[in-house]
């Protein structure tokens, strides 16, 4: 094992001088100290895709980037790898998270990503490596990653496997402070003092198992799986911020009368915002957008997400939806469920939330598949 310190100031005499990334609980101590040091600048960005091509800009400005996140996220990555950071012979650094690594069994969505990380990487031209335990490797391993990266002028990425790296909790802030430009001034509607799981059973108890209820990636499914498992919930594991999108497959492609609920987190929504853009478009009637907004990435260790500065109900009203509003106390978002089930939407409902998840808290007991199969009866489609 080794202590976060021990990479960063090792990077740092060898130029390293900026972070970017998106959180994943492997990443937490690692992730954390480099939120806490200020001596490094840490940017806190909204999906790995966005980070790469961040990073480009930033060496390209002089910087010597490092952009850190999970496997699951290589996917996101894929593109601004390949044709920008490759055809402008940008050397990145990467240090890529090794969910579901062969032999360590973990989460039914890295099942496939797992084994394949190491040779997605070859396969794009970026020369990878697995980050050793021990202190010494690890310094070796960054002459060596920074001097090839260099000397090709290319990315190359350095996979993480689980649990070498020391633990360190955030000590600073973990919300990133806003700049005094991008005050909100709609968004102040009192001080928020629900949670996730209030969110929820509120939702469970007033629309009932009738409505298709669609949960995202992290706390939001594991919440929704505690309070009651049901052939109408559709747990979207993986694919973080794809929930709306399957959502609106889901509203365009059922009886209007079918009413489709998605639950998403701040930091999903900002993944990939596409989604919001669509629904505007595309308008289903029958879909009703609930948007949990902790302001972190509570799933993956509390690291901050961009939305503190973002008015979700203002981009929603933007996109086309066709009632949106933000709330923060329950009989706030009663009265805005009570019109969103019975009037003609989209609807967009941003709830504000505190922070706080029961612990100890199950994850879905049934494979994905087995949840799609047993919804997809549900719905009469099988
Ligand atoms: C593409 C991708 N990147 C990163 C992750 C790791 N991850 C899982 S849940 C999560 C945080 C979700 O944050 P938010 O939507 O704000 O919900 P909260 O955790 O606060 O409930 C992250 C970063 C992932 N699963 N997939």
């Given at each position: 094992m080794f202590h976060p310190s021990l990479f960063i100031e090792h990077g740092r005499q060898l130029g390293l001088d900026l972070y970017t990334g998106v959180p994943c609980s492997f990443l937490k101590p690692f992730i954390n100290y480099v939120i806490d040091d200020e001596s490094v600048c840490y940017v806190p960005l909204t999906n790995e895709g966005e980070a790469i091509a961040y990073a480009c800009g930033a060496y390209l400005a002089g910087k010597r980037p490092v952009v850190m996140f999970q496997n699951s996220g290589l996917g996101n990555a894929v593109n601004p790898l390949v044709s920008l950071a490759y055809p402008l012979r940008i050397p990145l650094l990467i240090i890529c998270t090794w969910r579901a690594q062969p032999g360590i069994s973990d989460e039914p969505q890295h099942e496939l990503m797992g084994p394949i990380t190491p040779s997605m990487f070859s396969l794009m031209e970026v020369a990878n490596e697995v980050v050793p335990e021990e202190p010494k490797a690890v310094q070796l391993m960054l002459d060596r990653a920074v001097l090839k990266s260099q000397q090709n002028s290319l990315p190359y990425a350095l996979i993480m496997p689980k649990g070498i790296v020391e633990s360190y909790a955030l000590t600073g802030e973990a919300v990133p402070s806003r700049s005094p430009d991008g005050?909100?001034?709609?968004?102040?509607?009192?001080a928020a003092h629900m949670r996730r799981g209030d969110v929820i059973r509120l939702i469970c108890d007033m629309l009932g198992e009738d409505v298709v209820i669609v949960g995202t990636t992290g706390y939001t499914n594991r919440e929704l799986f505690a309070y009651r498992d049901s052939p109408n919930h559709l747990y979207?594991?993986?694919?973080?911020?794809?929930a709306p999108s399957v959502g609106l497959g889901l509203a365009a492609h059922l009886p209007d009368t079918r009413k489709v609920v998605v639950l998403d987190g701040d930091g999903a929504a900002l993944m990939r915002m596409e989604a919001m853009a669509s629904i505007g478009h595309f308008q289903p009637s029958n879909l009703i957008h609930v948007l949990l907004d902790n302001q972190i990435h509570e799933s993956t260790g509390g690291q901050g997400t961009l939305?503190?500065?973002?008015?979700f109900d203002r981009i929603a009203q933007a996109c086309g939806y066709k009632r949106s509003q933000s709330v923060s106390s329950p009989s706030a978002l009663e009265q805005a469920l009570n019109v969103a089930s019975s009037e003609k939407g989209p609807t967009f409902i941003h709830v504000r939330i505190i922070p706080g998840t029961p612990s100890p808290l199950p994850r879905p007991t049934l494979k994905p598949h087995e949840v799609k199969a047993r919804f997809m009866s549900f719905l009469g489609n099988l």
């Open positions: 005050r909100l001034e709609t968004q102040e509607l009192g979207i594991v993986g694919a973080m911020g794809g939305s503190n500065t973002i008015a």
